[in-house]
């Protein structure tokens, strides 16, 4: 063959060579493929998801992978914010990168009577948990529903619409005395009034577990229901003892199965600290021993406590103050009627005074303290507890 002719032969052999794809055989295994960059597809249920590259120089060349995804809660949605879900899908082919798909997950749906177990703010500075009566019932048509009811529930409460209620025979402070809806409450009257979740401001989380204190005065309730005092197992117990006082009680039994009887599983037993140190005077000969309780009040200390949220100062301050709700009104709760402090509430601590047997420390209407009588029925109750929230 002509030398010429060899050459051209040659070189037409090495343009198909280098034109066909970088390889140009349809077998992939033996030829340089110029890949493109992957392209992932999902299934519509995110079931699944399907990863693909293309040869750019012939794009019958295809490498395909289909891997199942795994689904994760990454955020549990509540009944105030919504949840993240995620779905993965991780392939065998190295040239594939992993692959996820973040879904919104719905609120909760409001349990069904509320205040079943605690839910903490998005800003994590209050909870709801619980229920108490709040709120006067001022709808004509539901109080004649709620007047034929005769059976209450374990807890003292009825049930109506999915809803709860509890009734009493008003004994308000004095006759000029309003509930909210600006009606005034009239001794003597029977009022309804709906159970509605309680709000907690939170006073301090120790890794999950809430030191909590209602943001109203849910009650009201006398301390001791006398001055005297009495012996027990030998023991002289003053009127103004914690220990043994009426409104510790009422905290853990009345209070407390009413207001969780729903559910009371987050509650904590809590370790409450009744020595002098936590009144007003290290030398209180009132102070009584420790107690373990599920319901407590706050000492004096704990409201002089800044990192509680609270002035350090004894003098007014709107840190204290709170006021009542309807019903605790209508159980013979005192508030202010002067415009500075209207309607706020006067409230239990558990301290007793260092001065007199029968004294204990109140929270007055400013926000500053007062020794109030023991067996005075017009102090409101302000509960706290410990919860644990998982």
């Known amino acids: 063959m002509n030398k010429h002719l060899k ?20 077998n992939s295994s033996t030829h340089e493929h110029t890949w493109g960059s992957p392209t992932y597809t999902w299934t519509s249920d995110y079931s699944s998801c399907t990863a693909e590259r ?38 065998t082919n190295t040239a594939f990168t992993t692959q996820t798909h973040d879904i919104d997950i719905d609120k909760l749906e409001p349990s069904k009577y509320h205040g079943e177990s605690p839910v903490l703010s998005e800003d994590g500075t209050t909870i709801t948990y619980g229920l108490y009566p709040q709120t006067v019932v001022d709808d004509s048509s539901l109080i004649s529903s709620l007047n034929s009811l005769t059976t209450p529930e374990s807890n003292g409460w009825y ?7 509890a009734k009493v025979s008003a004994t308000p402070y004095t006759s000029s005395y309003v509930f909210d809806n600006g009606a005034t409450i009239v001794s003597g009257t029977t009022y309804w ?6 709000t907690w401001n939170v ?32 023991k002289t117990i003053y ?19 009413s207001a969780f009887a729903l559910g009371n599983s987050n509650i904590q037993t809590t370790t409450v600290d009744n020595s002098a140190s936590t009144t007003n005077s290290t030398s209180n000969s009132y102070a009584c021993n420790n107690t373990s309780d599920k319901v407590f009040l706050p000492s004096y200390q704990d409201y ?35 415009s500075s402090t209207l309607y706020n509430s006067t409230y239990w601590t558990r301290s007793p005074h260092s001065g007199y047997s029968y004294g204990a420390w109140v929270v ?27």
């Open 203 to 234: 006073l301090s989380n120790n890794d999950g577990e809430y030191y909590i204190l209602s943001n109203v005065s849910l009650d009201a309730h006398c301390y001791y229901n006398s001055k005297d005092e009495r012996t027990i197992d030998g």
């Open 193 to 198: 009034f709906k159970c509605e979740p309680i």
């Open 239 to 257: 009127a103004n003892n914690y220990e043994y006082s009426d409104i510790r009680a009422w905290l853990n039994n009345d209070f407390y199965n």
């Open 159 to 165: 049930l109506y619409n999915d809803e709860y209620y």
């Open 7 to 26: 050459l051209f032969v040659s070189l037409g052999f090495l343009i198909l060579t280098l034109t066909s794809c970088g390889g140009g055989s349809n």
């Open 364 to 390: 007055n209407v400013g926000g500053n303290f007062y020794n109030g009588d023991v067996y005075a029925t017009v102090a409101s109750v302000r509960p706290s507890l410990s919860i644990v929230i998982a």
């Open 54 to 91: 293309v040869c750019s120089g012939d794009t019958s060349h295809k490498e395909t992978e289909t891997a199942n995804s795994t689904y994760v809660v990454v955020t549990e949605p509540t009944e105030e914010s919504e949840g993240l879900g995620r779905y993965t899908a991780t392939f």
């Open 304 to 338: 002089i406590n800044s990192s509680y949220g609270f002035s350090t100062s004894t003098d007014s301050t709107n840190t204290r103050c709170c006021k009542p709700t309807d019903w605790a009104r209508a159980r013979g709760a005192y508030y202010s009627t002067f």
